[in-house]
């Protein structure tokens, strides 16, 4: 029987969260800036780059298919983090080029960022996979914030030291920080994956093609991906996690406007209005790890109770917004960012909490595909969450002379999405819909 994980390899698990987030942060924020402000090419590229490394991780259900039909995950999380490094370098030397030869540069990052969306599909899916398959039931949500809070820190890390290290600025630093950043990170994965995946005894797993286990395994995708989406549980779920990843991103390219706009903060309050919010999704994420650990089995350790009401709770935090549009400076804004930020931080540690549990639910050899369609799901409404965002405050301008209002107004919708999010996930049930019996006789595509 395979061991579950315990602390230690969660930790591992987290430094290689951290090192792929560490690499993503250097290119959708560090390179970002130095597009526009640096070589003042239009912002529209670097959003439009951004844009596409979410749209190739449509790709991310394929790739979990492919992690499926091995008898290991950590190859897949290797060779993604492989590519995104490789994407990541060829990115910045497009940027550098772009100065002397446009064309040729922006092809050459829409190649690089193409590869870092294949290269964190890869990487992110087939680590979740191996989370959900090794980690305790009652130990899901405090390793499921664990390894997120360990991304964040990445991406804190990454962001200050990169900032210490370029200045004063010159092309030569900024290629030898990508460097150095994904050096680092290959090496930290390198080291955090050796033998995770083994255990003290272990003979190597060969499994027959004739065996139910091994028919399973070498399914076409497109038989595989009908299986799991046959699944109601599965297609609930990949709603859920659109609609709500969809209300959760879609007022990140807001709220500082709005703060700036209504409320007269400069740009450096807004700023720190943004980490308000930030430490408030840390207070949530934390809060749901320690509850759902002390009462894993109680409804206060409830994931699909933590899912609800952090939706509910987020929804109200949007209308306290909607209502700030309207009665202006005497709301206590930076209050209901912080609430906000932690009814955020509940409801999607919670869900990655869920979507770990869930991934084991149905058809044996498919959590791949499972956790890749949920995955997929997610980076397609990261994808849009920003551009509707600001598409649908542009509308509300237009429509609508006050910007309070208009701004208000966007964020009642945004309110709206949460609602939903919540009667998705109320829906849903707390067990899986399958039998373990199921799960070992299902090795065939079935279409009925």
Known sequence: MTKTFGWAEIIRLGAVQASLG?????????????MVVELALPALLPGALVALHYLVQVSRPRMGHGSDQGTRRTPWI??????LAMGAI??????????????LGVLLSVTGFVMIGLGVGAAGTSLLVLLAMRVAAERRAAAATTVWLMMIVGFAVTAGAAGQLLDPYSPI???????????????????????????????????????????????????A????????????????????????????????????????????????????????????????????????????????????????ASAAALAGLAIAGHVGPPWPLKANVFLMGAANGAFSIAAIGQMMRLATEGRVAREGVRMGLWGAAQAIAFGFGGLIGTAASDLAHWLIASSGKAYGSVFALEAVLFVSSALLAARMPIGGTQPQAAREHSAQPSFS
Not at 22 to 34: H, K, P, Q
């Open 78 to 83: 290797i060779g993604g983090m492989t590519v």
């Open 225 to 312: 991906l009908a299986e799991v989406w046959q699944e109601s549980l599965a297609r609930q779920f990949t709603v859920f996690i659109f609609v709500s990843m969809l209300a959760y991103s879609a007022q990140d390219l807001i709220l500082e406007p709005f703060a700036g706009s209504v409320f007269g903060y400069t740009p450096g309050e807004s700023t720190s209005l943004s980490g308000v919010q930030h430490g408030g999704v840390l207070v949530g994420m934390l809060l749901v790890a320690l509850v759902g650990s002390r009462f894993a089995r109680g409804r206060a350790g409830s994931l699909k109770l933590w899912c609800v009401g952090g939706c509910i």
């Open 90 to 103: 060829l990115a910045t030397l497009a940027t550098l080029l772009m100065t002397d030869s446009p064309v």
């Open 173 to 223: 630093r900024l290629l030898g920080v990508t460097i150095s950043v994904c050096a680092l990170a290959l090496v930290v994965t390198l080291i955090a994956l050796f033998r995770v995946e083994h255990d003290p005894g272990d003979e190597e797993i060969i499994i027959e093609p004739n065996t139910e286990q091994g028919a399973a395994r070498i399914v076409p995708f497109r038989f």
């Open 22 to 34: 560490a690499i993503v942060v250097l290119m959708t924020s560090t390179l970002n800036r130095i």
